[in-house]
């Protein structure tokens, strides 16, 4: 799990923050970034979609084998499940979606809260968000998340 002090070191080595300032940084960060629950969000609908989209394979199947058997009824049913994991589906992205657009205002805040601070400058503002994004995001990756 990436550290307050690691993204305040990543600050220093892209520049936007002095080596003095990591400390400070760091407090401030661990006050302003807030995203675990967001970041739970995302991972559960991730995980959802996951699941629906196992239902729609295995539920294809049964389409098949219910075809062969020409089960009609089993196939109306068969083919609700599938509605119902497609739409589900489709939940889970808007979901995702929705957590990932909370997720970045996050990062914005957290280097807006830096600003505020006066931690760094306001030309940089932007920048500072996309590398906080990075080091944060890039220890998800590393976790499989």
Do not use: P, R
Not at 127 to 133: M, S
């Amino acid at each position: 799990m990436t550290t307050y002090i690691e993204v305040a070191q990543a600050l220093v080595s892209a520049g936007y923050l002095s080596e003095a300032d990591i400390e400070a940084a760091a407090d401030v960060l661990e006050d302003a970034l807030i995203i675990a629950d967001a970041e739970d969000v995302q991972d559960a609908a991730s995980d959802d979609y996951s699941t629906q989209e196992d239902i729609v394979a295995k539920v294809e199947n049964w389409v098949v084998d219910d075809a062969n058997a020409g089960n009609n009824d089993d196939l109306e049913i068969d083919a609700a499940i599938i509605e119902g994991a497609l739409e589900q589906e489709e939940i889970d992205k808007d979901i995702m979606v929705a957590a990932e657009t909370e997720i970045a205002a996050a990062y914005l805040d957290a280097a807006s809260a830096l600003l505020a601070a006066e931690l760094i400058d306001e030309a940089n503002q932007q920048a500072v968000a996309a590398v906080i994004a990075d080091i944060w995001s890039a220890d998800d990756a590393d976790q499989g998340s």
